[in-house]
Nanobody
Framework: QVQLMEAGGGLVQPGGSLTLSCAAS????????MGWYRQAPGKQRELVAT???????NYASSVKGRFTISADNAKNTVYLLMNSLKPEDTAVYYC???????????WGQGTQVTVSS
């Protein structure tokens, strides 16, 4: 029912920047938390950053100071601004939206971010 449309992935050189976006659609319910997770080959999926409807944010220590998560609540859209990218940031990035009133969360299909020279 709920669909998360991700965009913005691609190939970037080390030190470069990318901005990811994720728009949720398909439900009139309010989103409590949106976030970004990533999974590199051979590794577990890990939290990158989250933001709640009040604007409070949380970041993984590995991206703190380099990435910024923001949201447009009216558009049910979350963004991830990634600066000073490193090769270790290479992963599939997944958007997640948690709907408290639906008692569940939803995942996007993922967008590939590759940091390489």
């Amino acid at each position: 029912q709920v669909q998360l449309m991700e965009a913005g992935g691609g190939l970037v050189q080390p030190g470069g920047s990318l901005t990811l976006s994720c728009a949720a659609s398909g439900s009139s319910a309010s989103i409590n938390v949106m976030g970004w997770y990533r999974q590199a080959p051979g590794k577990q999926r890990e939290l990158v950053a989250t933001i709640n409807s009040g604007g409070s944010t949380n970041y993984a220590s590995s991206v703190k100071g380099r990435f910024t998560i923001s949201a447009d609540n009216a558009k049910n859209t979350v963004y991830l601004l990634m600066n000073s990218l490193k090769p270790e940031d290479t992963a599939v990035y997944y958007c997640n939206a948690y709907y408290l009133n639906l008692n569940r969360d939803f995942w996007g299909q993922g967008t590939q971010v590759t940091v390489s020279s």
